[in-house]
Every structure is written in structure tokens, then in C-alpha cells.
């Protein structure tokens, strides 16, 4: 099958957040998506970009995505995070998964990060399997910590 990934346009932003939607019902968090396309347009092609997008079509339709945004690390240096790597449930198996990965490692290779890093659900077994196929190590002796935008304001408020 033939694939065309490339750098999302902000055009694309509509179809992005409607394959974040699908990963949320997968992920079994339905209402979990706040953001909006308008966010994504800001955010992703305002005057300080927070993230770059690639998108895979297939027959001039995107039927996937993979959304990345940079950070440091204070063990390795400069490092990119893999925020979702998404490809639409009908082309899974299709290679395209494969073609988006690809992408992104050429593009963190680009950047000269030291470390590409991203988190996959523990009881999603084919995502870590994909992933451990491609040399990439799940660390299962780590769980991941966030602090809600409600957890924020009652952090703040108790300073």
C-alpha cells in the first residue's frame, strides 16, 4: 500500500482532532478530548509552535497521524515526545503505523535529540508490541504522574 506522509497544514486540523476523538474512544475515555479545532490550529501554526504533526494518507485521505512536541531531559539533553501516534482502526496492520514511526524518528534524527520518548496503556498489547518490534523499550517500572488543569488551581490555591 502506498502512503503520503507529510507535515500537517492547518487545513488538516478538522481531521487531526477527529482521529484524537477515535483514540479517546479506544482508550476508552471518550469525553476526555477539550480541545478544539481552533486550538490546534493556534497552538500547533501560531508564532511559537507547540507541536508538529505528520499525517498519512492513503488515496489522498488522511488515515492517521503523529503528533510531537519537544522537551528536555535533564539525564540526555534535547529529547522529543511522541504526545499520540494514531492510525484510524480499518488501516491498522495496513503499515502505516510503521510509515508515521518512521517519520518521526527521522524528523527527532533531524533535530540531533538524544531521545524519543512516549507512553502507551499497559493493557494495550498490540501498541507495545508494535513498539518493542521496533527496538523501543516499554518501562513497565515507571507510572506516569499529571497534575490536572482543576489540580493546578487547587495546587495554587494552597500556596
Known amino acids: 500500500m502506498n502512503f503520503n506522509i507529510r ?8 481531521e487531526v482532532l477527529q482521529l484524537i476523538k ?25 508564532n511559537t509552535p507547540q507541536f508538529q504533526c505528520f499525517v498519512g494518507e492513503i488515496n489522498n485521505k488522511i488515515e492517521g497521524i503523529a503528533l510531537v512536541y ?20 480499518n488501516m491498522r496492520g495496513s503499515g502505516l503505523g510503521t510509515a508515521l514511526l518512521n517519520e518521526v524518528i527521522k524528523y527527532g534524527h533531524s533535530l540531533g535529540v538524544k531521545r524519543i520518548n512516549w507512553e502507551v496503556l499497559d493493557w494495550n498489547e498490540p501498541a507495545i508490541s508494535f513498539y518493542e518490534n521496533k527496538g523501543a523499550k516499554v518501562m513497565r517500572d515507571w507510572d506516569v504522574v499529571q497534575l490536572s488543569e482543576e489540580g493546578i488551581k487547587n495546587y495554587i490555591s494552597k500556596l
Open 70 to 89: 519537544n522537551r528536555y531531559s535533564t539525564w540526555k539533553g534535547r529529547a522529543l515526545h511522541l504526545e499520540d501516534l494514531i492510525v484510524r482502526e
Open 22 to 46: 477515535e483514540l479517546a474512544i479506544y482508550e476508552k475515555e471518550p469525553g476526555a478530548v477539550e480541545i478544539t479545532v481552533k486550538d490546534l490550529e493556534t497552538d500547533g501554526f501560531g
Open 7 to 14: 507535515k500537517s497544514k492547518k487545513s488538516d486540523m478538522p
